[in-house]
């Protein structure tokens, strides 16, 4: 399965990094990297990670990765996985 990245999640991945980054951008980037490779095993086994609490979509899952949940899509038609979403708070919308 590949992975794909929506332009939301890329959006709000960023702002995390801004928001790390004001106090020190080596921690930011060690998060980027970390939170990459959590999400680069995804594939292997897809729904290892809870049903999202967003959605009634059992294809819709969320995986926790220090206090985010970073939410994803398996879409077994086409062997992808979309990656939808970061967020820390309850603020998320699908």
């Known amino acids: 399965m590949r992975i794909e990245y929506s332009p939301r999640f890329n959006d709000e991945l960023f702002a995390i990094y801004l928001f ?4 020190i951008i080596t921690q930011a980037d060690l998060f980027i990297s970390k939170l990459k490779t959590s999400i680069e095993k995804i594939p292997s086994m897809p729904y290892r990670h809870r049903q999202s609490l967003k959605s009634d979509d059992k294809e819709v899952r969320d995986l926790i990765y220090e206090g985010y949940i970073i939410v994803y899509r398996i879409v077994k038609s086409d062997k992808r996985i979309d990656i939808l979403g970061i967020f820390g708070e309850n603020e998320w919308d699908l």
Do not use: L
Request: glycine content about 0%.
């Open 20 to 23: 790390i980054a004001e106090d």
